[in-house]
């Protein structure tokens, strides 16, 4: 049991800042969040992407501005727990008891939901009949290429995952990659690899083909790829591979009891706190009259949310607003030395 | 104002009026079309506005940008008429635009 004065769910800038504010009065905190890195969408959505409006910013990418909050933060020591998903809270006296679906478990006197539109989980088939092969021959991501040594392997997808792992593949098993049109958006370096090994028949290619249907009781034996013209296509196949992306599923915390209006949680603007006493939302997530979904309002809420956090965390002390230029308490805590 | 009509599905359709100037994602989302979940708010990142034009429709409208092309490559069932909402700008040429709902986002 890891016990902290607040728990943050997400990692994207918005939870980043909270650290940072929570920091800097005195607060502990942990970080979870499902990618398996930090950033949220800025990193996983828009890394190259240049943002403009971001205050004294002029320009920055969605890399470079998660780069810059985790130096921001670097002095507050933070535990980031990656590729978990906070599954269950629940109140205990006045103390949070969370955990996650590793099995982490927190003790915390509050919860910020910095969560954005949810968890991002990988995009699947629309093929619904498919799903109960999901593990066993589909996949949406590899753990363990040895499976797939002498076997055949069709990936779908045109972006850099399936690029990558068509290329990747190749070298031990028959790859047939599937994608949807004739241009590819991955990288120009891995397009002329695939049509290299193209050329060499190392790889087939069909484009403008779609999955239409799995064969097999059991088990997968064929799969009808569907073209643009209708006309279909057989191919025999052992795996399945899928890579279109990620969505973001708001996921368990749909089931904590807080109040919702379509996928975000209303909060009230004074402290950003939800109807349950002691968790917070800020950022994309959380809804109030003129809500704007831009960082540096997550940034305003994370500051206020913060704030909020405070008297769970120490009931018996008065918070004292404290400004970064002039207090030597605040200067300590962020390892300033003068 | 121009009016946009959504299919929803076989028996639910809903005409609603948008601005100029509006994107259809966002007028569907303003009048809580069903169906439309816009999870990046319009910022061409997530491909859940998509939605399929229809045949006279589709070529009437501005062509799309490489980077709506690469976002529907993630979109749920793409299809030769699909467009991302978000970038689809209404304005009195496109009054009576109808599209088609996707029968989920993801």
Not at chain 1, 25 to 36: A, T
Not at chain 1, 185 to 208: C, F, H, P, W
Not at chain 1, 211 to 239: F, R
Not at chain 1, 253 to 278: C, M, R, S
Request: hydrophobic content about 35%; aromatic content about 8%; glycine content about 8%.
């Amino acid at each position: 049991m890891i016990k902290t004065d607040t728990l943050i769910i997400g990692a994207g800038p918005v939870g980043l800042f909270c650290v940072h504010q929570l920091g800097i009065i005195g607060l502990k905190c942990e970080v979870v969040d499902n990618l398996d890195k930090i950033g949220g969408q800025c990193i996983e959505l828009y890394p190259d992407k240049p943002i403009y409006d971001i205050p004294a910013v002029p320009e920055c990418t969605g890399e470079e501005l998660t780069n810059n909050l985790i130096e921001q933060i670097k002095a507050f020591k933070t535990n980031f727990h990656l590729n978990e998903r906070v599954e269950e809270l629940k109140k205990v006296d006045k103390k949070w008891f969370i955990k996650t679906n590793k099995g982490t478990e927190f003790e915390a006197s509050s919860i910020i939901i910095a969560a954005g539109v949810g968890s991002f989980e990988p995009r699947k088939f629309p093929t619904k009949e498919i799903e109960k092969y999901e593990g066993k021959q589909i996949f949406y991501s590899v753990k363990d290429k040895k499976i797939f040594k002498d076997k055949s392997v069709t990936i779908f997808g045109g972006g850099d995952s399936a690029l990558d792992w068509a290329i990747e593949l190749a070298n031990i098993a028959k790859v047939i990659l599937v994608h949807r049109r004739d241009d590819f958006r991955g990288m120009q370096a891995s397009i002329d690899k695939l049509n290299e090994l193209k050329e060499e028949g190392k790889i087939e290619v069909y484009t403008k083909y779609q999955l239409d249907s799995v064969k097999g009781n059991n088990k997968i034996e064929n799969i009808n790829i569907k073209h643009d013209d209708e006309s279909m296509k057989e191919i025999k196949t052992d795996y399945v591979l899928g890579f279109f992306g990620l969505i973001m599923k708001l996921g368990p915390i749909a089931e904590w009891g807080l109040n919702l209006d379509k996928k975000t949680i209303p909060v009230n603007t004074e402290g950003f706190e939800t109807n349950k006493e002691g968790i917070f939302a800020i950022g994309d997530i959380c809804s109030y009259p003129g809500k704007l979904k831009l960082i540096l309002s997550g940034f305003h809420e994370g500051a206020l949310a913060a704030r909020g956090c405070f008297k769970y965390a120490k009931p018996d002390e008065k918070y004292r607003f404290e400004f970064t230029t002039s207090s030597k308490v605040v200067k300590d805590r962020l390892g300033v030395k003068e | 104002m121009p009016k946009i009509t959504f299919i929803i599905d076989q028996e639910n359709t809903q005409t609603i009026e948008v601005a100029s100037g509006l994107t259809v994602m966002e007028g569907a989302v303003q009048n809580d079309i069903p169906g439309i979940d816009a999870d990046c708010g319009g910022g061409m990142a997530c491909a859940t506005c998509h939605v399929y034009v229809t045949e006279e429709w589709f070529n009437k409208m501005p062509k799309k940008e490489d980077g709506e092309e690469d976002m529907l490559d993630m979109a749920f069932e793409p299809k030769k008429n699909s467009r991302l909402s978000c970038q689809i700008i209404v304005s009195d040429e496109l009054d009576g635009l109808t599209v088609n709902i996707p029968s989920k986002q993801g």
